[in-house]
Each structure stands twice: as structure tokens, then as C-alpha cells.
């Protein structure tokens, strides 16, 4: 049973960036939609972003206008390129489906801003 993998994470300051990579290791079912969430310490996993299959995007308010979702086709890979991160971003980022699937939830990647 395949993965979805994440990579990227790191230390930033308030105001940095980083990007967020996401792929399937293994094999996994055909993507339709597919969401970044995140957890931050002591506070419920939260959906932060998604992309379609048609390219269609949406995301959660408090990162609208800092964080673009985007995909890769041909790499079978998905990103989530961060701007202007605040404090309040640090948490473990993960990609899974929309809605997420518990098979393929991996390990996460951790980001932490700060001020």
C-alpha cells in the first residue's frame, strides 16, 4: 500500500518562505483532489489548501494570498509554495486526498516560523 510523502519543511523567519513537496510512494489510487493540512502543537489537524484535477484551487482563509497550491503532472508531485509565513503557520504540514484518506496519510513535514 502506497504513501504520500512530504518534504520541505524547515526553520524560517516570520516573513520567509518554503516550499512543500508532496508524492505518492508506492502505489496509490488515481488523485482527484488533493489537500495540504496541517497540525499545529495541541490544536486538531486542519485543511489548509486543495487543488482538483481540473486545476481548480482553494484555500483556507487565514493563508489566502500567501500560499499557492500547484501540481506537477508530469512528476506525478504536488507543492505548496509558502510566502510571508507568520508565527501562527508553524505546524506539521501533510498532503493526503480531499477527502483524506487514511491509508495514505505519511509522516509530515515540519514547519516552524519565527518571529
Known amino acids: 500500500q502506497g504513501q504520500l510523502v512530504e518534504s520541505g519543511g524547515g526553520l524560517v523567519q516570520a516573513g520567509g518562505s518554503l516550499r512543500l513537496s508532496c508524492a505518492p510512494s508506492?502505489?496509490?489510487?488515481?488523485?482527484?483532489?488533493l489537500g495540504w493540512y496541517r497540525q499545529a502543537p495541541g490544536k486538531q489537524r486542519e485543511w489548509v489548501a486543495f487543488?482538483?484535477?481540473?486545476?481548480?484551487?482553494n484555500y483556507v482563509d487565514s493563508v489566502e494570498g500567501r500560499f499557492t497550491i500547484s501540481r506537477d503532472l508530469a512528476k506525478n508531485r504536488f507543492y505548496l509554495q509558502m510566502n510571508n509565513l507568520k508565527p501562527e503557520d508553524t505546524a506539521v504540514y501533510y498532503c493526503?486526498?480531499?477527502?483524506?484518506?487514511?491509508?495514505?496519510w505519511g509522516q509530515g513535514t515540519q514547519v516552524t516560523v519565527s518571529s
Open positions: 493526503n486526498t480531499v477527502p483524506a484518506d487514511s491509508r495514505y
Open positions: 487543488i482538483t484535477n481540473l486545476g481548480s484551487t
Open positions: 508506492g502505489s496509490i489510487d488515481r488523485i482527484h483532489i
